[in-house]
């Protein structure tokens, strides 16, 4: 029996769909016979949405509806080359796994009129969208596309509402930017008069306030009714895709209105990302000496991750392959490594960015293991560690035995004995590692600053000081996870205050109530007043 899964259905839509697949199938090829025709129906429609785990499974279960009956997949070799050359213009990796979940998701969009895109994050779900429109747009089509994220804004921004005082209809628009949103983009794309595809994409997690009111659209009905009584129909080149992560909050109903492409994480991994970012570099030196770095770092490091190590919070593991290239991206300068630098002065800065990628976010919190139960506690000092060793319990460190780990297995290059491997940086000039104590910045406190004002620095905080400077430097994203009470805002307000004036900074508080047009009106009311201060000095005279 296959695992219990959110996004599975096998009701009566599910049965239409195959027969209307088996359908096509039939008139397609007349003379083969109805029992290879089912066994192909079933098995290739009901493929894209089985995870990993259920396939041996399924296939088992086919095999005994049809036994000793092996159908090849039906192939179109000229769509499968289009969409290779289309995966090569993006500088994609035209991986096979890819190119197929791109054929199943251009067979299920000839069946269904609404589709589920499900995956975990970083798993190319917006390429493939992104593969299948350029394929179309080689195929001398004009495909039209319109996104947005259905979480961002209100159900009344989305569908249009009746304003409560004056009774008069207000269509779906956001903000000041007067952005159309579903029932505007539903309309307009229904007035296109020719026959390319046209895709609506819901890109944000299911929520029940809006999904049940596209049942009409995704049903046989294919008509969205609004508020107003405004009926608006679906055309039939026009298409509903939704891309999200999970479908735990939506019901069975809509589960079964809609097509289902599940994308596995095993479907691509991190090579694919891996060999575009490599192919990026200029040099092919140094694509030949990263190359072989990922093959003897990332699979040893990302093994002991699934088994041994607990991060503070769930990270994917192509995002932390994505943070160890955005390490790389800003360590790997002309000024740090030359391009035709020896591989061992490659093979250091990798280690050290490989150590704060896949171990920067490990838990250091002190854990007490309890025949396999967990708990935290709040006692630090030596009599502490003592008194719980004595009762069969042991506090962990999950950084610490990272790098018993890395010095155990990584020897090729060679960290301080003293210490972990995350008590050092390494010197740019010397290239050699440091303690992060030799960059700590001495406190000069003024008298009349305030106490709650003053950060005084340790070896944590320069550490946290340089990583967040590296990734601002080159535009990188950075999310600071802790928990409340350890000097967060402080420490960023300091970071913050040090920027050049070319940065604009704004706090935003984001909490439940936080509506989307507050946030774009925070953004706007501070992006005006940066421009009203390039135009006009202080004094109110206009600069030349």
Known sequence: VNSPQDHYDWGLRAVKSVLVVAGSLKRGDKNRPEDQVLMRALRDFNLPKIVTEDIPIFMGLISDLFPAL??????????????????????????????????????????????????????????????LNRTYMNMKQKPVWNDLNPKAVTTDELFGFIHHATREWKDGKFGFLLCCLFSSLLREQANITHKWPKWIVLDGDIDPMWIESLNTVMDDNKVLTLASNERVPLTPSMRLLF????????????????????????????????????????????????????????????DQLRTNFKTITPIPENSMVQTLCSLLDCLLTPENVPLDGPRDLYEIYFAFACVWAFGGALFQDQEIKINERSMYVGIRGLNGVKLFEEAGMR??????????????????????????????????????FCPWSDKIINLDMDSDTPLQAVLVHTSETTCLRYFIDLFLEKGKPLMLVGNAGVGKTVFIGECLAGLREDFLVSKVPFNYYTTSAALQSKFLTEIIACILNELVDYSGIIKN
């Open 395 to 432: 506090l962990s460190n999950y950084q610490i035995e990272f790098s018993r780990w890395w010095l155990k297995e990584m020897k090729a290059v060679k960290f301080p004995s003293q210490g972990t491997v995350f008590d050092y940086y390494l010197d740019p000039k010397m290239k050699k």
């Open 70 to 131: 092996d159908v090849p997949r039906k192939r179109d070799l000229q769509f499968e080359q289009m969409v290779k050359q289309s995966t090569l213009e993006l500088h994609l990796q035209p991986e096979e796994s890819f190119i197929l979940k791109v054929v199943q998701l251009e067979e299920l969009l000839a069946v269904r009129h609404s589709v589920f895109i499900v995956g975990n994050a970083a798993t190319g779900k917006s390429q493939i969208l992104r593969t």
């Open 243 to 302: 891309e999200i992560h999970h479908l735990r909050t939506a019901t069975p109903a809509t589960v079964s209105r809609a097509g289902i492409l599940y994308v596995n994480p095993q479907d691509l991994g991190w090579n694919p990302y891996v060999a575009s970012w490599i192919e990026a570099r200029s040099h092919q030196s140094e694509k030949a000496n990263l190359t072989i770095l990922f093959d003897k770092y990332v699979p040893p490091c990302l």
